[in-house]
C-alpha cells in the first residue's frame, strides 16, 4: 500500500470503467468481496448531492429521532463509506461496516453496476438522492478544491468540461442517475431529490420513514427535520466533517457545509456555460422521463 503522502492530489484510477479516488482504488477486491446482510440500508448517490444530508435522516429515523443517540459519533462512523479507504488516517469503510451490527446504514456514490451485486441478491432497500446536475458540478467543485484526496480540479472552466464528460470521481452524473432510477423499477428504491428535500424537508423524511417501515409520531417528525437543517447540521461537529484530518480536508478552502441551496450554479455559470451545459444534457437525458428542477 502506499504511503499516505503519495495518494494526495493524484489522478482517477479506473475501476470497472469510472474515474475512481485513487486511493480508494488500492484492494478494489475488498469492495467486490462485500458481504451485505439484507436489513442492510444503503444510502446511495452521486457525490455531492445530499448524502451526508440523507444519512443523518435515515440514522434520526432509526434511533428514533433522539438527537443525543446520533451524537454518540462522527456520521463518517456511524454511516460508513463502502469503498472509502485512507492509509493511516482511516479504517476502510469495508472493515468499519464488517463490526457494525445491524442494521447497518451503508453509503456508498457507486453507480448500479459498480455496487456490489450481494446488495441486489439481498434485496436490500436503497435510499438514492439526486441533485440538480448544475448545483452538483458547483458543489464538487469546491468539494474537490478542499478534498486533498482528489486530483486538483484547476479553474471553474477547465472543472466543468472534466465534470461535462464524466472525467470526476464516480464517472457520469447523468449515468448515475439514470442508472437508479432504471433500478427501481425491480428493487425497492425510495428515489428522492434533493430540491424536493429543500422545498418540504419534513414531507420527504416522512416518506423515508414510511420506506423504512418505522411509524414516527408527528412530533418525532418535527425533530428529525429540525435536527437535519442545514443550519443546524452545519453546527454539529458530527455532521460537518471536521473530523476529518486537516490535512485531507480544509474547511479554510471551502467548508464541506459551504451553501445547501438549490440554486447556486447561477453564481458560478456564465450564460455561455450555462447554454453549452444545457445542450449537452439534452443529449445525454434523452428518452429518460427523469427531471430535474435546477431552482425552487
Ligand atoms: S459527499 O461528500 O458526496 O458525501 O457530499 P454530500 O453530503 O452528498 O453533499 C454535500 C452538499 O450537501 C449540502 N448539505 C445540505 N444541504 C441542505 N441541508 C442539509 N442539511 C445539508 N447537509 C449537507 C452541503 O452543503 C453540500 O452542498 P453545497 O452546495 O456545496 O453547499
Known amino acids: 500500500m502506499a504511503s499516505a503522502d503519495s495518494l494526495l492530489r493524484q489522478p482517477w484510477r479506473t475501476v470497472h470503467g469510472i474515474p475512481m479516488v485513487c486511493a480508494f482504488a488500492h484492494n478494489w477486491e475488498r469492495v467486490d468481496a462485500f458481504q451485505s446482510r439484507p436489513e442492510d440500508i444503503v444510502v446511495a448517490?452521486?457525490?455531492?448531492?445530499?448524502?451526508?444530508?440523507?444519512?443523518?435522516?435515515?440514522?434520526?429515523?432509526?434511533?428514533?429521532?433522539?438527537?443525543?443517540?446520533?451524537?454518540?459519533?462522527?456520521?463518517?462512523?456511524?454511516?460508513?463509506?463502502?469503498?472509502?479507504?485512507?492509509?493511516?488516517?482511516?479504517?476502510?469503510?469495508?472493515?468499519?461496516?464488517?463490526?457494525m451490527p445491524s442494521p447497518r446504514v451503508v453509503k456508498t456514490h457507486?453507480?448500479?453496476?459498480?455496487?456490489?451485486?450481494?446488495?441486489?441478491?439481498?434485496?436490500?432497500?436503497?435510499?438514492?438522492?439526486?441533485?440538480?446536475?448544475?448545483?452538483?458540478?458547483?458543489s464538487f467543485y469546491h468539494f474537490t478544491l478542499m478534498n486533498k484526496m482528489l486530483p486538483h480540479p484547476g479553474t471553474w472552466a477547465e472543472y466543468l468540461e472534466e465534470f461535462m464528460a464524466g472525467r470526476v470521481a464516480y464517472g457520469s452524473w447523468h449515468d448515475h442517475v439514470k442508472g437508479y432510477w432504471e433500478r427501481r423499477k425491480e428493487h425497492p428504491i425510495l428515489y428522492l431529490f434533493y430540491e424536493d428535500m429543500k422545498e418540504d424537508p419534513r414531507r420527504e423524511i416522512g416518506k423515508v420513514a414510511q420506506f423504512l417501515q418505522q411509524d414516527l409520531p408527528a412530533a418525532v417528525l418535527d425533530a428529525i427535520t429540525r435536527h437535519t437543517s442545514f443550519e443546524a447540521m452545519r453546527d454539529n461537529p458530527t455532521t460537518n466533517y471536521t473530523s476529518v484530518p486537516a490535512d485531507l480536508m480544509d474547511h479554510d478552502i471551502s467548508p464541506f457545509m459551504r451553501k445547501g441551496i438549490a440554486g447556486d450554479w447561477k453564481n458560478h455559470f456564465t450564460v455561455a456555460q450555462s447554454e453549452r451545459f444545457d445542450e449537452d444534457y439534452a443529449q445525454k437525458m434523452a428518452g429518460t422521463d427523469l427531471h430535474f428542477r435546477t431552482e425552487l
Open 45 to 99: 448517490t452521486f457525490p455531492k448531492s445530499g448524502t451526508t444530508w440523507i444519512s443523518e435522516i435515515v440514522d434520526m429515523i432509526l434511533h428514533g429521532g433522539d438527537p443525543e443517540k446520533c451524537k454518540r459519533d462522527a456520521i463518517t462512523h456511524r454511516v460508513p463509506m463502502l469503498e472509502l479507504v485512507f492509509p493511516g488516517q482511516m479504517l476502510a469503510g469495508t472493515e468499519q461496516l464488517a463490526s
Open 110 to 138: 457507486l453507480p448500479v453496476h459498480v455496487l456490489p451485486p450481494t446488495f441486489w441478491a439481498n434485496g436490500c432497500k436503497m435510499v438514492y438522492v439526486g441533485r440538480n446536475a448544475k448545483d452538483v458540478a458547483v
